[in-house]
């Protein structure tokens, strides 16, 4: 399939600061981009989601920006909380069916 | 209650037996997805359904195989050729090409 490559694997912050998550996609069909949290042993849930169409995306300390023209998106979470600390997978909706390809993830730490 | 349920949580196989995973959706979403999660290696696709009675091949599918009789069910089977079957299983589903994924809880599998 087609890769999502994410950046940093790892990522510590303290808590108030911002945290960033990049990730690029090489299928310039992809339309549609996903972030999902998984806390330890539970399934991935969608935090937020951009379509083609925009180029940034706000929900309350979560954003995320995409550049269609470099392939790249990411992911920024303002005045982080210890229970922000997860692991984090973007992904891009591949051109044939409707099955998302993943980055490998970010594990952050919030600490106090 | 709306959702994806998969079962069992924990699955334990001997080394040259089939097993069969279940994943049901009462959301009416007519895609379903079969992904496998490793450590460090995000989630990788192994097959994917659109639509009843049809199904198509992910990333990794090599030792598994599926079946879609129903648009509420899409069932793995980890057969014996898959060289290593020890993971993290997690099922979607999703209504349309631009939307959400939803996840199960996930089956985790061990070899023994």
């Known amino acids: 399939g087609e890769n999502v490559e994410q950046h940093p694997s790892t990522l510590s912050v303290q808590e108030g600061d911002s945290a960033v998550i990049k990730c690029t996609y090489s299928?310039?069909?992809?339309?549609?981009f996903p972030w999902y949290k998984q806390e330890l042993g539970k399934r991935p849930q969608l935090i937020i989601d951009i379509r083609s169409n925009v180029g940034e995306k706000k929900d309350q300390r979560i954003a995320v920006t995409l550049n269609k023209t470099a392939k790249h998106f990411s992911l920024h979470i303002t005045e982080t909380q210890p229970e922000d600390s997860a692991v984090y997978f973007c992904a891009a909706r591949r051109n044939s069916g409707y099955a998302l390809n993943f980055g490998k993830g970010t594990s952050l730490l919030v600490t106090p | 209650d709306g959702g994806i349920t998969q079962s069992p949580k924990y699955l334990f196989r001997k080394e040259g037996q089939n097993v069969t995973l279940s994943c049901e959706q009462n959301l009416n979403h007519d895609a379903m997805y079969w992904y496998r999660q490793d450590p460090g290696q995000g989630l990788r696709l192994i097959y994917y359904s659109q639509i009843v009675n049809d199904f198509q091949k992910g990333d990794i599918a090599e030792g598994y195989s599926v079946s879609r009789e129903k648009k509420e069910s899409f069932p793995l089977t980890v057969t014996s050729a898959q060289k290593n079957p020890t993971a993290f299983y997690l099922c979607?589903?999703?209504?349309?090409?631009?939307?959400?994924?939803?996840f199960g809880q996930g089956t985790r599998l061990t070899v023994v």
């Open positions: 979607a589903s999703s209504i349309a090409m631009n939307t959400e994924a939803f």
């Open positions: 299928d310039s069909a992809s339309n549609y």
